[in-house]
Nanobody, 120 residues
Framework: QVRLVESGGGLVQPGGSLRLSCAPS????????MGWYRQAPGKQREMVAL???????NYADSVKGRFTISRDNAKNPWYLQMNSLKPEDTAVYYC??????????????WGQGTQVTVSS
């Protein structure tokens, strides 16, 4: 069974930084796209940052220049470094992966979500 486990959320003041981690586990054959989405109260879930297996990245316009998605290698967690945080970044952040399991079945997976609150 595939799982994505997030960590690193919390409360931070405006202008501060946080780093989120997403650790994949289970019967994974290959991960094609990994990343982060977020959902603020009363709003739809939106893409924040995506990273493909060949190293391409895609960021929401609202976080470009402030957030960075990265991964050390194929067996490690991936990260979202969030700098210059703003109150409007407050949301539940969800880890995401599009992957193929050891049975070669491709599907999308989500983490349980971690709260990020930016407030003074």
């Amino acid at each position: 069974q595939v799982r994505l486990v997030e960590s690193g959320g919390g409360l931070v003041q405006p202008g501060g930084s946080l780093r989120l981690s997403c650790a994949p586990s289970g019967s994974i054959f290959s991960i094609y796209t990994m990343g982060w989405y977020r959902q603020a109260p009363g709003k739809q879930r939106e893409m924040v940052a995506l990273l493909t297996s060949d190293g391409n990245t895609n960021y929401a316009d609202s976080v470009k220049g402030r957030f960075t998605i990265s991964r050390d290698n194929a067996k490690n967690p991936w990260y979202l470094q969030m700098n210059s945080l703003k109150p409007e970044d407050t949301a539940v952040y969800y880890c995401y992966a599009s992957l193929r399991d050891v049975n070669r079945i491709r599907a999308n997976y989500w983490g349980q979500g971690t709260q990020v609150t930016v407030s003074s």
